[in-house]
């Protein structure tokens, strides 16, 4: 199994920035791409941003785009993501994903077997 653990969450007034880390153990975090994914009360999981298993390639949803940028660090088993310019809209509780999939969408987290626990971003107007 691999674990996943979320830190770095908190609230933040409007404009401010915030970085979220992932750590991950139990297997090997190369093998895995990474996503985060976001929750906002009464509403689906969304896709927020996703990075291949050598850290070369990232993807953003439109909304986070220029705003956010993830990151990984595969010697200490990390994925983290970088958040400036947030808005209210980014309230949410933050999880971090891995999958084992080659090929195909990034964008469903039904493609993604492991998750965190989730970590709390609120952002104050």
């Known amino acids: 199994q691999l674990q996943l653990v979320e830190s770095g969450g908190g609230l933040v007034q409007a404009g401010g920035s915030l970085r979220l880390s992932c750590a991950a153990s139990?297997?090997?975090?190369?093998?895995?791409?990474m996503a985060w994914f976001r929750q906002a009360p009464g509403k689906e999981r969304e896709f927020v941003a996703t990075?291949?298993?050598?850290?070369?390639?990232?993807d953003y949803a439109d909304s986070v785009k220029d705003r956010f940028t993830i990151s990984r660090d595969n010697a200490k088993n990390t994925v983290d993501l970088q958040m400036s310019s947030l808005k209210p809209g980014d309230t949410a509780t933050y999880f971090c994903?891995?999958?084992?999939?080659?090929?195909?969408?990034?964008?469903?987290?039904?493609?993604?077997?492991?998750w965190g626990q989730g970590t709390q971003v609120t952002v104050s107007s």
């Open positions: 994903a891995a999958g084992a999939f080659f090929g195909g969408s990034v964008y469903f987290k039904d493609r993604y077997g492991y």
């Open positions: 139990g297997r090997t975090f190369g093998n895995y791409r």
């Open positions: 990075i291949n298993r050598g850290g070369g390639i990232t």
